[in-house]
């Protein structure tokens, strides 16, 4: 009789063993089933984000090369409009020498007439600027400033091909955290097959753990730029 009630508890003791790995196993199947796919689906928003940073990095580096392009236009127009002023007052100079003030009236205002015509506001701000001296060419801030909106317009570009970059990083970890959910739903999936206790045990320790390690992984990477989940829930907007 000690024996049979022995056997007996000895059975169901095994029984919940057994059905504790299997309901475990059950619950972990699903957790991973979710992860996997919140993985998945973040990862896309990255990789939505990154379409859209390296779609406006394109647009802003055409804008950028177009505005470079007027720029060295004006500032090859202006180049040449400073050496006609230069002469032109050069021969101004020389006529108020040979006292023909007439002339260099004449001179003078042939100066007035390219300066409103034929130079641009900046060329002309620095010409009217009364601490300007010398040659504005020779200033490097004020050659730069012709390409000031062109180099604003590219560095743009720079910084949103840097943000798609970093989307394409966090959407390949996001694909690497759903491989490894993957491999825990395959290893959980053995478990079904398994009959020897010890090893269902341990390979369903394994399961969580790799599970653990996966969902370390994820939480260590950022979430995509703006993401609100409320937002998916607002169709009225």
Not at 120 to 130: G, K, R, T, V, W
Not at 211 to 221: G, S
Request: net charge negative; charged share 20%; glycine share 6%.
């Amino acid at each position: 009789m000690k024996t049979t009630v022995k056997e007996k508890f000895q059975k169901i003791k095994k029984f919940f063993k057994e059905n504790t790995i299997s309901a475990m196993t059950a619950v972990f199947l699903g957790i991973a089933t979710l992860l996997v796919a919140w993985a998945g689906w973040i990862g896309a928003l990255h990789e939505g984000n990154q379409a859209g940073n390296y779609t406006r990095s394109n647009n802003l580096a055409a804008e950028g090369n177009a505005e470079y392009n007027v720029a060295t236009q004006i500032y090859i127009s202006d180049l040449f409009t400073w050496n006609s002023i230069s002469n032109l007052q050069l021969d101004r100079q020389v006529a108020i020498a040979q006292g023909d003030l007439a002339e260099a009236k004449v001179i003078e205002a042939k100066i007035e007439k390219i300066k409103s015509d034929g130079c641009s506001p900046q060329l002309l701000q620095a010409i009217n600027d009364p601490n300007f001296t010398g040659n504005p060419f020779e200033n490097e801030e004020f050659v730069n400033g012709y390409f000031k909106e062109a180099k604003k317009l590219l560095d743009e570009s720079q910084e949103a091909m840097k943000e798609g970059e970093q989307d394409n990083l966090k959407s390949d970890s996001y694909e690497l955290a759903s491989v490894l959910y993957s491999l825990v739903l395959f290893l959980l999936g053995i478990i079904g097959v398994l009959n020897e206790y010890h090893s269902r045990k341990m390979l369903l320790v394994f399961s969580v753990c790799v599970l653990a390690v996966a969902v370390i992984y994820m939480l260590t990477i950022p979430m995509p730029t703006g993401f609100n989940i409320t937002n998916f829930f607002n169709f009225n907007k």
